[in-house]
């Protein structure tokens, strides 16, 4: 290997000492209270043979020792010391989640030791070669014995090791291999983070050998050239003397370049040769060439192969401005932890579901927080098409930060990650630590990675409060400032005055089931639309939840906060810690994953309405590309027109945008000369070359005076009937031949029945809150008794209740002052009103006034309460999703149906015309207005249902900083009035011909997403 240059301005004399620092401090995979290896340990390059390769997952025996003393079991890793009694573990896993001690999160990690044996054979082919050992990752510290004797230790828990065993291994062929696990070793707190802190082996263990003439480390960067070609610049390390040969084939296996390099007695050897006309990588397209490179020596003539990726890219900054391949380039990212239920195990699936849901989101950008990954996402982040974030871990731990005693653990682990990582086209950057302050220390490793890899820029996140007031204080070193959860309007101020990009490497963060203040798709236009914002990552890809059982909910703490899969078992995502993802933790995907998937699409449709007119016309739409690098052509546009949600003409157009350019598509199509009340919508859906859908819209047709009000035309389907009044001192009832409305006079009751004697609604009051979600609880539930927990308001003071014929029907009037559920001295005064008609109609109207009202409201509105029985929910509005105030990218309009048990059943459904629940039968209710806001929740045996007049959120994105969800709520004493009204129909069985006509005939099955029992914020 080539030596470096220390970083800074060290005096000649000092350089040797330097040397003997970089090869005994970052070149063995040691730390602190490391023991001699081999120089060549941690580099050594396994062959691509697979018979010399042997994985050791499996079966181990295991003990777990609590502190840090192993008391008898202190010579566990002596062959003759018996293990027969020990228990077994499975490894790659952690003891934690096996039974062995409590989980612990973020730095609660208890004193512990995790001692494993276990033995190997090595096959035949094997003799006369070096073995070497290597552990992918191991939390938290360890040292490795083979056979009694000690080979090495490390101290960076998501850092690989490796080590040379050759010479420990026993010639009759059965070897024990031991390794002891601590939970406290040197910079155990830098490997600690927001999520779970379990222990133990979580990644693979393999064993491989190699020849004595073999390659240790190789380095290739590629430059472009002015002309369109690119430089291939090759650094080799060797054991020793010999002849590297290459081969470097094209992505379709054509050979490009063959080469013969001489390896000089030092091992190390370098050569440059050029690629005329290369394919490129990126994101949009991973094209990647493969470079075969074989060594042997000129004494035994053994062959050493190994097969590399290449992909021939380039970064750079210019004018502030990020590029790839001299093009300015969008990070439509996500933080990314490797957490899944088991822990922290990866495995081709679960690795390979998440990079395939986060291409299905139009994600392009992981940061891999905080920490580097298994060395397999990179390997699919090559071949799939990602950015990759690689972070050299130092999360915790900031009280070290000014300890000179742990500048080597930095240089260590800056080191490993570098080393590992460095020919992944994927990897674009490197970041260090995350949210720490500025610290030479840091700033020294810094320095070292850009010493190690000069062709990434590198970055150090940062919350977004300490950046604002220190980024003039931060390093040059620094290519990239990396601010935390930007308001919108500070997100502004630094796109226009900042010199160097920007990436907001943790954003919007997904806490919960966010009803608003996460502004998603507010900042990303911003960022889209300033050129030195080159992207940004949310927080965060998934739920952080780990599979636990218990006995039943309620012996769990905080079970509320949990999702359950059924009365036993359950995701822990640590109490209000860890559930902010776009999944949940079996990945499952929650509406923000569907409201990014849109926002961050490269296709954008920013039409909603069209105009439309009976008869033949061209519906003319603009397309925006929003690919960096690639056309649209390949992309086709998938189109047709609908009428009550059935397709009457379709076509397909294909489309050619170039890339951050726009088109102009026509549609052409005939509509009937009878527009009637019907809904009609152009369906878009974009798909690229392999059928992938990646995009949709449904576009409103909108004919002006030519179309029929829907309102009247349900109104005038309804015939006049009869109606009774009767009034009595305990009752007023009012009977329509359909159903019957019953009002309690003593409590304020009001009930209404079906036809067939079923209750439609049981309760009637005024909505002074929701259910709250975990952000608005806060961190510990400290805001809960600030909230109004009025989903419906029933107890009722100073009761007036009155009934009268009027000539348009009977009007019931309830006026009473309700209080606030738990604190009494706060109220809302005022009425609500029915003015029921003829034909069945019942027009609510309804006004009150808070008095003396303190604390939030997290809407406002008024409710019904409604069986549960009835499950079927159709609206015609926005949809499929709950929408909220600058959270609404994700529906579209149009005609929709949900179960109750759907996983998205609840929340706010926004620009409703028409909203149903309904038994599957048909017998229900029906909301009518314009532009109503319904809100559903499920409560018991009970929906919900209300018409909101207040909803929280419409300046969340200015007003947020680094909280979530600040503006989903409304300060009681400054609501002056909640009131508001909408049309109510009581259905049976049989439906008026309008509402079949829009919505199909009562009896029609949806699917149903119900992947939990239970679930938080639900």
């Known amino acids: ?185 040197k910079g155990w707190e830098f490997d600690t983070l927001d999520g779970w802190a379990i ?76 690629v005329t006309h290369p394919e490129l990588w990126s994101a949009e397209f991973p094209a990647l060439y493969q470079l075969k490179l074989a060594f042997k020596d000129k004494e035994d003539g053994s062959m050493h192969r190994i097969t590399a990726p290449v992909g021939i890219r380039q970064v750079t900054i210019e004018d502030g401005v990020l590029k790839l391949n001299g093009t300015a380039i969008k990070l439509r990212g996500v933080n990314h932890h490797e957490i899944w239920p088991g822990g922290r195990v990866s495995t081709p699936a679960n690795t390979r579901r998440d990079l395939e849901l986060m291409r299905a989101a139009n994600i392009n950008f992981i940061r891999t927080s905080h920490y580097p990954p298994h060395p397999r996402l990179l390997r699919m982040c090559d071949k799939m098409g990602f950015y990759v974030l690689d972070e050299v871990p130092f999360t915790h731990g900031q009280e070290h930060l000014t300890d000179p005693t742990y500048q080597e653990t930095l240089y260590t682990r800056a080191r490993a990650t570098v080393m590992r990582d460095k020919n992944h086209p994927c990897v674009l950057f490197w970041s260090l630590g995350n949210e720490n302050p500025i610290n030479e220390l840091g700033n020294r490793a810094g320095a070292y990675v850009k010493e190690l890899d000069p062709s990434r820029p590198i970055m150090f996140p940062t919350i977004g409060s300490y950046f604002a007031q220190n980024y003039e204080r931060m390093s040059d070193i620094q290519d990239i400032y990396a601010q935390h959860y930007p308001p919108l309007r500070r997100a502004r101020e630094h796109a226009a005055t900042l010199t160097r990009p920007i990436i907001f490497t943790e954003y919007a963060h997904q806490r919960g089931l966010a009803r608003a203040g996460t502004a998603v798709q507010d900042l990303w236009e911003l960022f889209y639309h300033s050129p030195r914002i080159a992207g940004g990552a949310i927080w965060l890809f998934q739920d952080q939840g780990i599979l636990r059982t218990a006995d039943a909910p309620d012996r769990v703490e905080d079970a509320d906060l949990k999702v359950w899969l059924d009365e036993h078992r359950y995701f822990d995502t640590h109490g209000f810690s860890g559930m902010d993802g776009l999944v949940y933790s079996d990945r499952t995907p929650q509406v923000d994953y569907w409201l990014v998937r849109k926002v961050y699409s490269p296709v954008q449709i920013a039409t909603d309405v069209l105009e439309a007119r009976p008869g033949a016309q061209v519906f003319s739409l603009e397309v925006e590309n929003r690919h960096d690098f690639r056309s649209l052509s390949g992309y086709t546009l998938h189109w047709s027109v609908q009428k009550n949600g059935v397709a009457l003409d ?128 806060g961190r510990n539930r400290e805001r809960e008794p600030r909230l109004w927990r009025g989903s419906l308001l029933e107890a009722v003071r100073d009761l007036k209740t009155s009934a009268r014929k009027l000539p348009t029907g009977i009007e019931i009037v309830v006026e009473g002052d309700y209080p606030r559920p738990g604190v009494p001295d706060e109220s809302v005064r005022g009425s609500y009103r029915l003015q029921i008609a003829p034909n069945g109609t019942i027009e609510v109207s309804y006004a009150y006034t808070p008095v003396d009202a303190t604390g939030e409201m997290l809407e406002a509105g008024f409710a019904l309460a409604v069986p549960a029985a009835q499950s079927e929910l159709r609206w015609l509005g926005e949809g499929p ?11 579209e309009y149009g005609l929709f149906h949900l179960n109750r048990a759907d996983l998205y059943f609840p929340g706010n459904r926004r620009a409703v015309e028409f909203a149903l629940l309904t038994a599957p039968a048909g017998q229900g209710i029906l909301f009518a207005g314009t532009d109503l806001v319904v809100d559903l929740e499920k409560k018991g045996g009970q929906t919900i249902l209300s018409h909101l007049s207040a909803v929280p959120g419409e300046r969340n994105a200015e007003e947020n900083g680094e909280n979530v969800d600040l503006s989903s709520r409304l300060p009681a004493d400054a609501l002056t009035s909640i009131s508001g009204s909408f049309t109510l129909l009581p259905l049976s069985s049989t439906w008026p011909s309008p509402l079949v006509g829009w919505f199909g005939r009562p009896g029609q099955q949806v699917p149903v997403s119900e992947p939990f029992w239970r679930s938080y914020d639900q």
Not at 240 to 253: H, K, N, R, T, Y
């Open 1 to 185: 290997m080539r030596l470096l240059t220390p970083p800074g301005d060290v005096p000649n004399i000092w350089l040797q000492l330097w040397r003997v620092l970089c090869l005994c401090c970052f070149v063995l995979p040691l730390a602190a209270q490391a023991t001699a290896a081999p120089s060549d340990t941690a580099l050594a390059q396994p062959d691509q043979s697979a018979a010399y390769t042997q994985s050791l997952n499996g079966t181990w025996r295991f003990k777990y020792v609590p502190g840090l003393q192993a008391g008898e079991d202190a010579a566990f890793h002596k062959p003759a010391f018996d293990v027969s009694h020990w228990e077994t573990i499975d490894v790659p896993g952690h003891w934690e989640l096996q039974g062995f001690a409590e989980p612990k999160y973020e730095s609660d990690v208890e004193e512990g030791l995790g001692l494993y044996r276990r033995t190997f054979t090595l096959d035949d082919s094997w003799n006369g070669r070096r073995v070497f050992l290597r552990f992918e990752g191991v939390l938290y510290g360890y040292s490795v014995y083979v056979n009694g004797q000690q080979i090495g230790s490390w101290a960076s828990g998501f850092n690989q090791a490796t080590f040379d065993i050759t010479d420990a291994l026993s010639a009759t062929g059965t070897n024990t291999l031991a390794v002891r696990v601590t939970t406290r070793s």
């Open 199 to 274: 222990s133990g082996i979580y990644r693979d263990v393999t064993l491989f050998s190699l020849p004595d003439a073999h390659i240790k480390d190789y380095t290739i960067q590629t430059t472009l050239q002015p002309d369109g070609a690119a430089k291939l610049e090759l650094d080799a390390e060797t054991s020793g003397q010999g002849m590297l040969s290459g081969q470097l084939l094209d992505p379709e296996g054509h050979t490009v370049q063959t080469f013969d390099l001489p390896i000089s007695a030092d091992g190390a050897g370098d050569t440059i040769f050029v």
């Open 650 to 777: 379709r076509g397909a157009l294909p489309l050619s945008a170039p890339a951050k350019q726009k088109e102009t598509v026509a549609i052409p199509t005939s509509l009937p000369e009878s527009i009637g009340a019907d809904v009609w919508t152009l369906e878009l859906r974009c798909e690229d070359e392999t059928g992938r859908q990646l995009y949709e819209r449904s576009l409103r047709l909108d004919f002006g005076t030519v179309s029929v009000d829907r309102q009247v035309v349900l109104q005038e389907a309804l015939p006049a009937q009869d109606l009774k009044l009767d009034i009595s001192n305990e009752r007023i009832t009012i009977q329509h031949p359909d159903y019957q409305l019953r009002l309690d006079r003593s409590n304020g009751q009001l009930e209404l029945i079906g036809r067939d004697g079923s209750s439609l609604a049981s309760a009637f009051g005024p909505h002074t809150g929701r259910h709250p979600t975990i952000n608005d609880l």
């Open 881 to 891: 999703y709950a929408g909220y105030p600058g959270k609404d990218h994700h529906n």
